[in-house]
């Protein structure tokens, strides 16, 4: 199982200092928090796409590789690419060349994003955005499957013998989660196509989360990718750790209370009785996120929300000291021992090439020369003719 921190890229107002960090303080700490992540032994990090402040990650793939070039085994990954605004045919090409600079320790998580304004930024219309969610990704899928693409859809201009480069490393695409809060097409996407689903599991209570994990395990196994069991599945959650559980709760509750996300309704005592939020000692976050467990069963990636709300950069380490040290190692040995055999391994570049290719070598694209008008005909690489599609 994988265990890692993702962030929303949110700038908000320390509400313990009174300051509020400029964009480029913030950039600056989030790739320390990334650094940490992989010193204190976490698995994967994650950054959100927004294009509007508070907000600075407007372009995840250029902070993802530069953070990929500063670690050596983190996976970067994405909390949300927006499938809905963003054009797939450049989604192919950023990721698949993020996947490249990374030597395989990425993936990416679609999802159809929580602000309503940025369709008309980006010319689309926020009352169709299941339908661009759907579509987009039936593209990217083949770009990433197909050396040629003749497509015609109903929201970008059709393609005709198109090619997406570069080609995806050792031509394996990168993995794609499907993010949701609640809709049931979206888990029905990622089981129709094999790929994994990541319940954000932060608002709503573990339950909520159930009912769209089981369905997504259902129709997964419908499609024949394998067995419900065999269903990958991701979670979100959020914490705040002290080694003293009156400690956390006194040094989280300023920043809960002044949150736009969280102030101003429930306390945070209710929150957390509500939602998977875990505030208190190591033991007690160990304790609650083992319930997201007893709930759904196995599942393959963990990601805590841990940098949100205006928490300064200090203790955000701080916080990555805790969970690294103490809590991740003991839910590594209690999950591990509750796993169902059968359940499926977390999904990494070597493994799926391995599940491709076995012994055989990968496949390493060679374009042939083009005709002195930057295309290069009917085969674009040496061996397109002996490449099926979608294979």
Same mark, same amino acid.
Do not use: C, P
């Given at each position: 199982m994988q265990f890692g921190i993702f962030s929303v890229s949110d700038i908000t107002r320390n509400p313990v200092s009174g300051t509020t960090p400029s964009e480029a303080e913030r950039i600056d700490a989030v790739v320390r928090i990334a650094q940490k992540a992989e010193e204190v032994g976490l698995d994967v990090f994650a950054i959100g796409e927004h294009h509007n402040p508070p907000f600075f990650s407007s372009s995840p793939t250029t902070l993802l590789a530069h953070i990929a070039a500063l670690t050596q085994r983190l996976i970067v990954t994405t909390a949300t690419t927006l499938i809905t605004t963003n054009d797939p045919v450049k989604i192919a090409e950023d990721y698949a060349m993020l996947q490249h600079l990374s030597k395989g320790r990425m993936d990416l998580m679609l999802g159809r994003g929580n602000t309503a304004p940025v369709y008309p930024?980006?010319?689309?219309?926020?009352?169709?955005? @299941?339908?661009?969610?759907?579509?987009?990704?039936?593209? @990217?899928?083949?770009?990433?499957r197909e050396d040629v693409v003749d497509w015609e859809g109903n929201f970008r201009a059709p393609l005709q013998g198109f090619t997406s480069t570069p080609r995806p490393l050792d031509d394996v695409p990168p993995f794609v989660w499907h993010g949701s809060i609640r809709t049931p097409e979206i888990a029905e996407q990622a089981a129709y196509y094999g790929n994994g689903f990541f319940a954000n599991h932060i608002f709503w209570p573990t339950s909520h989360s159930k009912r769209l994990i089981d369905f997504y395990r259902q129709r997964f196994e419908h499609y024949g990718h394998g067995t419900a069991k065999q269903a990958i599945v991701g979670l979100g959650g959020q914490a705040f750790i002290a080694k003293k559980s009156q400690d956390a709760w006194k040094e989280f509750r300023p920043y809960f209370n002044e949150a736009p996300v969280y102030g101003h309704g429930p306390t945070m005592e209710e929150f957390a009785e509500m939602t998977p939020l875990s505030v208190g000692s190591p033991q007690e976050v160990i304790d609650k996120t083992l319930t997201f467990h007893d709930e759904i069963g196995d599942y393959q990636r963990q990601l805590f929300l841990i940098d949100h709300a205006g928490l300064p950069l200090n203790v955000v380490l701080d916080q990555l000291e805790l969970l690294g040290g103490e809590v991740v190692p003991v839910l590594r040995k209690e999950l591990a021992a509750r796993r169902d055999p059968e359940s499926a391994d977390a999904p990494t570049h070597s493994r799926r090439v391995t599940a491709k290719y076995g012994d055989r070598p990968a496949r390493q694209p060679r374009p042939n020369a083009n005709r002195g008008d930057n295309l290069t005909g009917t085969s674009p690489y040496q061996d397109s003719r002996d490449i099926k599609a979608g294979s």
């Open positions: 930024w980006f010319g689309q219309d926020i009352r169709q955005g @299941l339908q661009l969610a759907l579509e987009n990704y039936n593209l @990217l899928h083949r770009l990433w």
